[in-house]
């Protein structure tokens, strides 16, 4: 059994920063790649970033490059979403989810490659 489960969201203004985290327990947590994704009311569900299981290997929506930043602790089974210069557009709610079968070098835009979702946390950022 895998649960995803993320934190950290809220109420924020306009240029703030937040953090998500996301922790996994079960045993598919490595090798493999997680990723963020983000759904505003009305919008079908976005990719945001994504990180490969060695930490180095990271990509991000163009709309977030620059102003977020993931990051991974594999001992801790944890991956963290540092939010920074908040925009009222990245309003949405925040899924962490857990690509079990990647394999490299690309990692993945697509959310039907990840296997595992969490349930979201609100992110609403206000002006």
């Known amino acids: 059994q895998v649960e995803v489960v993320e934190s950290g969201g809220g109420l924020a203004q306009a240029g703030d920063s937040l953090r998500l985290s996301c922790v996994v327990s079960?045993?598919?947590?490595?090798?493999?790649?997680m990723g963020w994704f983000c759904q505003a009311p009305g919008k079908e569900r976005e990719f945001v970033a994504a990180?490969?299981?060695?930490?180095?290997?990271?990509q991000y929506a163009d709309s977030v490059k620059g102003r977020f930043t993931i990051s991974r602790d594999n001992a801790k089974k944890t991956v963290v979403l540092q939010m920074n210069s908040l925009k009222v557009e990245d309003t949405a709610v925040y899924f962490c989810?857990?690509?079990?079968?990647?394999?490299?070098?690309?990692?993945?835009?697509?959310?039907?490659?990840?296997?595992?979702w969490g349930q979201g946390t609100q992110v609403t950022v206000s002006s």
């Open positions: 079960g045993d598919t947590f490595s090798p493999n790649a």
């Open positions: 989810a857990v690509d079990r079968n990647w394999l490299g070098p690309t990692l993945m835009r697509d959310m039907r490659e990840y296997n595992y």
């Open positions: 990180i490969a299981y060695g930490g180095r290997t990271v």
